[in-house]
């Protein structure tokens, strides 16, 4: 099967169709930053750009993305997506940083579609991502940083 | 001056003192390990040729200066604080230092707050327990770069001065730079007693630097243990058994075997594992397994079961506890009033983030591990004993942890790595799931707590008497330790002897063994302990009619240091100034180990089916600070992991088992029911004292005391949600 992931076209020969993209992205793909975290959804560590979109890789199955264009956070770019690490980097918002992959992923996510959010829509929108050294403030105080930077 | 050769071909020069030291512990030499490469950093390797001028620091031709952490980075941020200790010792410019980490196991490297013999990371006490030594180290390095410029700038050493990585001769401005001097510096005398710097030379003592590990963290290029490889290894899925010791009977692999990639099915110490050339394959064929387990008696095991021991158990005589003073008994007769309550909290997990994993290569008599870990000593012992081979001769790469908490002390999935290496003649990397993090977590402990306050006449305590049941650390994770300590555990510390100064003081620690296995976590004895004493204290305050914020300032107000933790607390959050609909609660922690005083404010708003924790107020003075944003980042997520322990964590028994499976049951605190954190820093004296347990501590009483304030609810069991609360 073939996937676009960071921009290069990619050919997966012989795998499962089952096979979670997570696994392909870090054991077939090599790329580590995206972290496994729970397998079900319900932590969003293991966050990338699905065709744009924000999806969890653990529950998102080969069989689905073929074709698809699958961005990670080792090339995530762009003007939302460099405001977006500047302000982390800036807020020193990473503890021990395993969740952060995935919570920078659902960040750049949210304000490329709402790049003035609220409070609650901040909390609606990152609440899937959990951050167990409980970041969050920070995160929060990141978030807000960067739509104001983007809002000049 | 010894000198020894690592493998890797550095030079490292070993201490005058080190032979001492070495029989010093005991000549166990517990899991010592010399002549091993060091793994290499992230954080920046300096290039070209590099110096190691003892066991904390090298420096580079091109003025990089190394610090070599021994001590693990789990989110704490000590990899940073420690950096900040060797460059403000050496007089090392900041943008010139980096670091890397390190699994040797050498003298060097044992923290003397802690377990002897054993490399470690843990008590929040990296920088406290390594502070004169990284200084020592580094001040030593400074005096041989004088020594080596003396003789080349043809100067006395007393017009030399050292700063921003240069040696400057004062008198000429002439100077040379760390890197033009290293190689020189590195053949002069080590000498025994360097001149340290006085508080004032330490200039970047209590700079608010920034994170060096932020950047990697935030391009995702940081390696944490689950993304280091082996060359050619294959990968194993783990199931474990229903109890914890589960042993398998039996295995039915028919349909599995035959799947692809497929490699190898096998038992393990508490389960089955299937290893194949990918995670994913592997993982679907350990679904295809049918495997029996042998009956264990914790099989059993609930968590009626666990209340019913530990009720039996607060029956039993039990131990006194230090920190017992006066009598008790006398004084309770003569109170004027006598509070009685009972107290308990469940088993909690760490939850970490990152799985644990371990990847094993086993070829020959070499092994390597892989891993995340808080001890490089532990793993090698899992591994070594597993093998019945030396641990001294086990290798260990270790980068970042995805989190700690008190979990990676490796154990089962170390065992399971070597095990499934050997087997397969190949290196095997072993990644647990979520549910099997869970089920085989190392828990901190259930417990069970009845505690009687005398009230004199004024309202104010004049005894306190505290018994609990529950299981013990050093016990279940440093047997060897508690054989020699015993019947001393964790959980007798802090229970009674507080700095309140009450003047009849009993506490009683009855062990009771546990079906589950039980470690170290987050802010530890000090947890429960502390939600006892710090609720009693305010429910003593509301008896006595006096605001529980002044009836703490009026037990101490005889140290300064914690009336002003009490005052700035008071001041920040507006205590006794809330919006209408709004309550506070409030906690205060003490500990001579961590050298702090804390206060807690935190405000909740809406009624016990509906309730919001708006804000969490924390000062903190935890003696000097080396870094005041590590610092007031370390209290701050203390608290918000206690706030998490306190509003919905919980483990469960049934038929031996945690029914926690995953995040949806085991519910960890998310970012819409995290408040505004507000926390002050006040740094004091010149020793540095401990951040990143303190504020879990006593943050359970300051939540119970908010929810009491908004119901008059007194809620003695935590999580609260779901005993009597309905957080949103």
Sequence with gaps: MMLTVNGQERVLEGVDPSMPLLWAIRDLLGLKGTKFGCGQALCGACTVHLDGQPVRSCQTFLADVEGSKVTTIEAISGLVAEAVKSAWITNNVPQCGYCQSGQIMSAVALLETNPKPSRDDVNSAMSGNICRCGTYPRIRAAIAEASKHLGR | ?728
């Excluded at chain 2, 020189?184 to 508080?199: D, F, I, S």
């Excluded at chain 2, 490889?229 to 010791?245: S, T």
């Excluded at chain 2, 009993?506 to 470690?519: C, D, F, K, M, Q």
């Excluded at chain 2, 029911?673 to 943050?699: A, K, L, N, R, Y």
Aim: proline fraction near 5%; charge should be neutral; aromatic fraction near 8%.
């Design chain 2, 1 to 728: 001056m010894n000198t020894i050769e690592t493998c890797s071909g550095r030079r490292i020069v070993a201490g005058p003192s080190r032979r001492g030291f070495l029989e010093g512990i005991g000549a166990t030499a517990f899991l010592l390990a010399f002549h091993q490469p060091v793994s290499p950093g992230r954080a920046g390797e300096p290039s070209g040729v590099s110096e190691q001028f003892n066991a904390f620091l090298a420096i580079g031709e091109d003025d990089v200066v190394t610090a070599i952490i021994a001590q693990t980075e789990g989110g704490q941020g000590n990899s940073t604080g420690m950096t900040q200790v060797i460059a403000a010792e050496l007089g090392a410019a900041w943008p010139k230092m980096r670091y890397r980490f390190t699994t040797e196991r050498r003298p060097e490297y044992i923290n003397p707050m802690l377990y002897e013999g054993l490399v470690l990371t843990a008590g929040s006490s990296s920088i406290p327990g390594f502070y004169g030594a990284m200084r020592q180290a580094a001040a030593a390095t400074r005096e041989m770069l004088v020594a080596a410029a003396a003789k080349q700038l043809g100067a006395s050493p007393d017009d030399l001065s050292v700063s921003e990585s240069k040696v400057t001769h004062s008198p000429s401005g002439r100077y040379l730079t760390f890197g033009q001097l290293a190689a020189a510096a590195a053949k002069e005398q080590v000498p025994a007693k360097p001149r340290l710097r006085t508080q004032k030379e330490l200039l970047l003592i209590g700079q608010p630097l920034d994170r060096l590990d932020v950047p990697l963290k935030v391009d995702g290029s940081a390696r944490f243990g689950l993304d280091l490889e082996a060359p050619d290894m294959l990968y194993a899925a783990v199931r474990h058994g229903p109890a914890y010791g589960s042993t398998v009977a039996a295995i039915d692999d028919a349909k599995a075997k035959t799947m692809p990639g497929v490699r190898m099915i096998m038992a393990v110490p508490q389960g089955v594992a299937v290893v194949a050339d990918q995670y994913w394959q592997a993982v679907k064929a350990l679904a295809e397994v049918r495997e029996t387990y042998a009956s264990h008696p914790n099989d059993h095991a609930s968590s009626k079961t666990v209340e019913a021991a530990l009720r039996q158990g607060l029956e039993q005589p039990g131990v006194p506890t230090m920190g017992s003073h006066g009598d008790v008994a006398v004084a309770m007769k003569s109170a004027a009033k006598v509070l009685e309550a009972e107290f308990s909290m469940p088993f909690l997990s760490h939850a970490c983030m990152e799985p644990v994993s371990c990847t094993a290569s086993v070829v020959g008599g070499q092994v390597e591990l892989w891993l995340s870990t808080k001890s490089p000593s532990l793993d090698a012992g899992h591994a070594a004993r597993a093998l019945g081979i030396d641990p001294s001769t086990i290798v260990i790469h270790n980068e970042y942890q995805g989190g700690d908490f008190g979990r990676r002390s490796g154990m089962e999935h170390t065992t399971e790595a070597v095990l499934l290496a050997k087997a397969a003649g190949r290196p095997v990397k072993v990644v647990w799931t979520r549910e099997e993090d869970l089920r085989v977590d190392q828990h901190r402990t259930a417990f069970l707590g009845r505690v009687r306050m005398g009230l004199g006449a004024d309202g104010m305590p004049v005894a306190y008497e505290a018994k609990i049941a529950c299981d013990g650390v050093w016990q279940r994770l440093f047997p060897w330790f508690y054989a020699k300590k015993k019947p001393l555990d964790l959980p007798m510390f802090s229970l009674v002897g507080s700095t309140y100064g009450i003047p009849n003081e009993a506490g009683t620690y009855v062990n009771v063994p546990l079906p589950v296995r039980i470690s170290a976590f987050r802010g530890n004895n000090d947890t429960h302990n502390g939600f006892m004493l710090e609720s009693m204290i305010d429910e003593a305050a509301h008896t006595a009619g006096i605001d529980p914020l002044a009836y703490r300032r009026k037990l101490l107000v005889k140290d300064a240091r914690s009336t002003a933790v009490l005052d700035r607390a008071a001041a920040i959050a507006g205590w006794s100034k809330v919006a209408a609909g709004h309550h506070q609660g409030a906690a205060f922690w003490q500990s001579d180990f961590y050298r702090c005083r804390l206060a807690i404010i935190v405000e909740v708003s809406g009624t016990a089916d509906a309730l919001k924790v708006e804000r969490l107020v924390g000062v903190c003075d935890s003696g000097l600070v080396i870094n005041p944003l590590l610092a007031e980042r370390a209290v701050e997520a203390g608290m918000i992991f206690g706030l998490s322990n306190a509003m919905s964590e919980r483990i469960t028994l049934a038929g031996g088992a945690p029914e926690q499976t995953n995040f949806h049951t085991y519910q960890v605190l998310r970012m819409d029911q995290t408040p505004d954190v507000t926390v002050e820093i006040i740094s004091v004296g010149d020793e540095p004292g401990s951040f990143g347990e303190v504020g879990t501590m006593p943050m359970c009483s300051a939540v119970g005391n908010a929810i009491f304030a908004a119901t008059g609810k007194r809620i003695r069991t935590t999580p609260f949600g779901g005993n009597g609360v309905t957080f949103v």
